[in-house]
């Protein structure tokens, strides 16, 4: 395949798996939050337990996807729980 830049493609995988650890830093520190204050997290729904469930599997599906261990079905649990986010 020509590229227009082929040294790019040399580290495609290095920016990918940085994207990736950063995806799920953020989404990580989002959960620990939630578990953490269930409470004050979920002042506007008023089901803090939910929150902590929610938080806690936030968490799992981050680690999901920064170690790469089903990577797609982590990534789809993300999904689904970032969907009860819209209001």
């Given amino acids: 395949m020509d590229s227009a830049f082929p040294r790019l493609l040399q580290s495609s995988d290095v920016a990918l798996l940085c994207l990736r650890l950063l995806v799920a830093l953020v989404l990580f520190e989002s959960g620990r939050r939630h578990a953490s204050d269930p409470v004050g997290r979920a002042a506007s729904i ?20 920064a170690v790469g261990v089903l990577t797609q079905v982590a990534a789809l649990g ?6 009860g986010a819209i209001q």
């Fill in 46 to 65: 008023g089901w803090a337990r939910l929150t902590r469930i929610l938080g806690l599997g936030e968490m799992a599906a981050a680690l999901g996807v």
């Fill in 78 to 83: 993300l999904m689904l729980i970032m969907l």
